[in-house]
Nanobody
Framework: QLQASGGGLVQAGGSLRLSCAAS????????MGWFRRAPGKEREFVAA????????YYADSVKGRFTISRNNAKITVYLQMNSLKPEDTAVYYC???????????????WGQGTLVTVSS
């Protein structure tokens, strides 16, 4: 089970840090990532990180503003979001898996989502 937290309401230009922790089982997902679904839109990839942390992947829309990191001892992934924009408003989902890091089909486990609202 993946538990996401850290969402909330923030003004444009502000920052939030999302966290996602695994619980209830022991596993070592190679990739951990974040996706989001904005109102009226399809789910989209945001960021992902490999087991070692040596490889990170970002959607073009968040490059330079978001940073993904992970703590393998805690099986936790973080998403530091800076310079937030109203278009970042969405439900953010964390995911864990072993295959392609930038597509939803590459993930086997999903968190429940946390809402991020950015006001203008």
């Amino acid at each position: 089970q993946l538990q996401a937290s850290g969402g909330g309401l923030v003004q444009a230009g502000g920052s939030l840090r999302l966290s996602c922790a695994a619980s209830g089982r022991t596993f070592s997902p190679y990739y951990m990532g974040w996706f989001r679904r904005a109102p009226g839109k399809e789910r989209e990839f945001v960021a992902a990180i490999s087991w070692s942390g040596g490889s990170t992947y970002y959607a073009d829309s968040v490059k330079g503003r978001f940073t993904i990191s992970r703590n393998n001892a805690k099986i936790t992934v973080y998403l530091q979001m800076n310079s937030l924009k109203p278009e970042d408003t969405a439900v953010y989902y964390c995911a864990a898996g072993y295959r392609a890091p930038t597509t939803a089909m590459g993930y086997d486990y999903w968190g429940q989502g946390t809402l991020v609202t950015v006001s203008s």
